[in-house]
């Protein structure tokens, strides 16, 4: 089993900062198979990124993904109001279990 | 528009069983691997189970396997998660999620790009 661990556990910013949210597998991950979700209070996720850089439809290009192997980052370049929410990464694609990591919070400072 | 709605959940005592559905529209839902995620109260997201467009390939976590079996009857446009033994540590919010791109035969290649809005399963005595 892959296991993703996402770091910080909470990331503590300003509206106008910038936002990096780390994804480390424990063993390499396609970047195909590599993908990142927003969660609000009360709602189902939202698909930000696939393929480790790819965003999905209607996603602000704020958003970015990178990375590759054990290592892929989300960014947000400048954080909006209705960014503080809880992302995860999640990798697909090779035998199952499908992993989530665990998440980061990104909540107002 | 695509549409997920969840059915189902419930609370019941563990040893219990319970069956969830999920009822989908606006896609061709026979071409479309589907999964099921959860998420305890408070908690992160965990992967429990998928299965092929076609219904012919299933996957499990080994947290649930052989308790749970996912199913899907394409000419309803529905999926089921039937959840037996059930355990307080299966207490959750149950979402379905459809994949992002056709498969009829796997899963797990795509991403998830519509969930419904999830159903409670909380088992306790």
């Known amino acids: 089993e892959i296991v993703l661990t996402q770091s910080p556990g909470t990331l503590s910013l300003s509206p106008g900062e910038r936002a990096t949210l780390s994804c480390r597998a424990s063993q390499s991950v396609s970047s195909s198979y590599l993908a990142w979700y927003q969660q609000k209070p009360g709602q189902a996720p939202r698909l930000l990124i696939n393929?480790?850089?790819s965003r999905a439809t209607g996603i602000p290009d704020r958003f970015s993904g990178s990375g590759s192997g054990t290592d892929f980052t989300l960014t947000i370049s400048r954080l909006e109001p209705e960014d503080f929410a809880v992302y995860y990464c999640q990798q697909h694609g090779s035998s199952p279990p499908w992993t989530f990591g665990q998440g980061t919070k990104v909540e107002i400072k | 528009e695509v549409q997920l709605l969840e059915s189902g959940g419930g609370l019941v005592q563990p040893g219990g069983s319970l069956r969830l559905s999920c009822a989908a529209s606006g896609f061709t839902f026979n071409t479309y691997a589907m999964t099921w995620v959860r998420q305890a109260p408070g908690k992160g997201l965990e992967w429990v189970s998928a299965i092929s467009g076609s219904g012919g390939s299933t996957y499990y976590a080994d947290s649930v396997k052989g308790r749970f079996t996912i199913s899907r009857d394409n000419s309803k446009n529905t999926l089921y998660l039937q959840m037996n033994s059930l355990r307080a540590e299966d207490t959750a919010t149950y979402y379905c999620?459809?994949?992002?791109?056709?498969?009829?035969?796997?899963?797990?290649?795509?991403?998830?790009?519509?969930w419904g809005q999830g159903t409670l399963v909380t088992v306790s005595s």
């Open positions: 999620a459809k994949e992002a791109r056709p498969d009829k035969y796997g899963s797990g290649s795509y991403p998830y790009d519509y």
């Open positions: 393929g480790a850089s």
